[in-house]
């Protein structure tokens, strides 16, 4: 069954901070898409970042950067040198490509970051 | 380009009614999905709709429902609403990709509280 996981509940961190997400899946297909997400406290979702399964290169955007690892089901997601304004529940998702019958997403549950002044 | 949008932005029912959520989708995109967020059981698929057509739906009771018009504008329905229907309702909208999950763009979201 899919299924997502993300451990860390809540992360506080004080500015300029390095800090990393950690997401791990589980999944019965061979080929699907992995998401991350960040909700601020307007409550709309922001896209981050999609990937697919057959494309395990690490990306880097700026300040934050990705690390897709297939061996060990995970796709976890750092920030270098936080600011207040990262500060903001992220969210990783997974979707199976099923042929393109869906476009479902399931995801985790989320992990608050906080980053002080 | 506009993003995802939806109306209303927040919404007070009581207990029994019904209610009609609406999301307008980015201009070009064809897939609309609904998806409700609780504390208790975090962001969870509703459904999903292509041309008009529902693809998917996600674990909920028939209470629920929805439809795609032709311009691929998507409403969402509440029936006999209940307390725990309480929640932030997100739509979100994509291009749909043939055979691969397409990135999908999230609406502001309808807060509704039923009292």
């Known amino acids: 069954a899919q299924k997502v996981t993300q451990a860390q509940t809540e992360i506080s961190v004080v500015e300029k901070e390095d800090v990393t997400l950690d997401c791990v899946y589980e999944?019965?297909?061979?080929?699907?898409?992995l998401f991350w997400y960040k909700q601020p406290p307007s409550g709309e979702l922001v896209f981050l970042i999609r990937r697919n399964s057959f494309d395990e290169q690490n990306e880097i955007s700026g300040r934050y950067s990705w690390n897709f690892q297939k061996s060990t089901s995970s796709f976890n997601f750092t920030i270098t040198a936080s600011q207040v304004v990262d500060s903001a529940v992220y969210f990783c998702?997974?979707?199976?490509?099923?042929?393109?019958?869906?476009?479902?997403?399931?995801f985790g549950t989320g992990t608050l970051l906080a980053v002080q002044p | 380009k506009a993003g995802v949008t939806q109306t209303p932005r927040y919404l007070i029912k009581t207990r029994g009614q019904q209610v009609t959520l609406s999301c307008s989708p980015i201009?070009?995109?064809?897939?609309v999905s609904w998806y409700q967020q609780t504390p208790g059981q975090g962001l969870q698929f509703l459904f999903e709709y292509f041309s008009e057509t529902q693809r998917n739906k996600g674990n909920f009771p028939g209470r629920f429902s929805g439809r795609q018009f032709s311009n691929s504008r998507s409403e969402m329905n509440v029936s006999t609403l209940e307390l725990g229907d309480s929640a932030l309702y997100l739509c979100?909208?994509?291009?749909?990709?043939?055979?691969?999950?397409?990135?999908?763009?999230f609406g502001p979201g309808t807060r509704l509280t039923v009292l």
């Open positions: 999944t019965r297909d061979t080929t699907y898409y």
């Open positions: 201009s070009g995109h064809r897939s």
């Open positions: 979100a909208s994509s291009f749909l990709l043939a055979g691969a999950a397409d990135t999908q763009y």
């Open positions: 998702a997974l979707s199976e490509a099923d042929g393109g019958a869906t476009n479902k997403l399931i």
